[in-house]
């Protein structure tokens, strides 16, 4: 069902659509059982069971079909962040989410600056920081998103700061970031508390996703929980929408602009993981949180709508520590 007032909180992350996929593992196996994981190296070596396109999903199987601007697929931080951004921008837009609430997770967000930066006198070098980056992926990573994410995430931050303000959210700086000289981590990352997520007793990182919910719903974004998309539709080349299965059966979504796909990582997905990530396999922690939500649905979508993987293995991202947070590798 649609739900414009839900408010409860839950844990989630995102994919690019036409540009290949950076795929950053954020986790590893420790969710996952011995047996499943070498029954996904064995499925692995035979053939990738995602390889294949399901069949299109019937006109006649559609029981309602909703028109918008915009669809998002994932209600977690970067869905309701690229939600609440295309409302602001005046379109229309429609969210729909697997679980039954809006989800965020982690400890923080790191950035290149922001305004908390600014005024305790913290400016990095973004072409040092661009080689070290490029470098611990292993020169595997694509270059313009790296740019991308130097040049802009400091103006995404401070649109979000001026939005958490509002609602009594306090910011702090982490402090504890390895200084030694086995490799570097900078001073960006930013931690929140006294909002709406940590009111629910969720991780400091729910804050911006609760935040945008919120403010989302404000300006009319239409959320449908409990609606995980099955397959993008097309009309000749352009992605033009999105089927999804409810409890009522299936919807079909229609973008007039375009689709955003924010699903998560493949940390879930143990046989995506053989494939591409084996790395996130071999961890002795895991931090993969909700269990069974993450596992490649987005990835697995766009490959079918004619997108592209990046060339194996995937380049080891986020967190240098064996894709486990206090676990240094």
């Known amino acids: 069902m649609a739900n414009n007032q839900q408010k409860s909180g839950f844990t989630r992350r995102s994919f690019l659509k036409n540009s290949g996929i950076a795929a950053a593992a954020a986790v590893g196996a420790g969710t996952l059982g011995t047996a499943q994981i070498a029954a996904a190296q064995d499925a692995s070596a035979c053939g990738l069971s995602w390889e294949t396109p399901p069949n299109p999903i019937p006109d006649s199987e559609i029981v309602e079909t909703i028109d918008a601007d915009v669809v998002v697929v994932g209600a977690g931080c970067a ?4 939600a609440l951004s295309s409302a602001e921008n005046g379109l229309k837009v429609a969210v729909i989410e697997k679980t039954s609430h809006w989800v965020g997770r982690g400890g923080g967000i790191g950035v290149i600056t922001s305004r908390y930066m600014r005024e305790a006198g913290i400016e990095l070098n973004k072409e040092k920081i661009a080689r070290e980056w490029i470098e611990m992926c292993g020169n595997r990573a694509k ?6 994410f130097l040049n802009e995430s400091g103006n995404a931050m401070d649109w979000w700061i001026d939005k958490a303000d509002t609602y009594g959210v306090t910011g702090m700086l982490w402090g504890g970031y390895y200084k030694g000289e086995n490799y570097t981590e900078n001073p960006g990352y930013h931690m929140f508390f006294g909002g709406p997520a940590s009111a629910e007793g ?9 935040v945008c919910y919120e ?10 929980f409990s609606a995980p998309a099955e397959q993008l539709v097309k009309d000749g080349d352009r992605v033009v929408g999105v089927i999804a299965q409810t409890a009522d ?26 494939a591409y990530a084996p790395l996130a396999l071999q961890a002795n922690e895991s ?11 987005g990835h697995k979508m766009g490959l079918w709508a004619g997108g592209a993987f990046q060339a194996t293995p995937f380049p ?14």
């Not at 869905?79 to 690229?82: F, K, R, T």
């Not at 969720?202 to 609760?210: I, K, R």
């Not at 080891?316 to 590798?329: C, D, E, K, N, V």
Request: charged share 15%.
């Open 287 to 297: 931090d993969y949180t909700p269990i069974g939500v993450n596992t490649g649905d």
């Open 249 to 274: 059966g299936y919807k079909r979504f229609n973008a007039a602009k375009g689709v955003v796909l924010a699903t998560g990582d493949i940390g879930g997905n143990a046989e995506m993981c053989a």
């Open 143 to 148: 270059e313009s998103l790296v740019w991308l």
């Open 79 to 82: 869905g309701n962040a690229a």
């Open 215 to 224: 403010e989302a719903i404000k300006l009319g974004v239409t959320y449908y």
């Open 316 to 329: 080891t991202m986020i967190h240098p520590q064996a894709y486990s947070w206090f676990s240094p590798g």
């Open 202 to 210: 969720y991780d400091p990182g729910a804050e911006l996703s609760a």
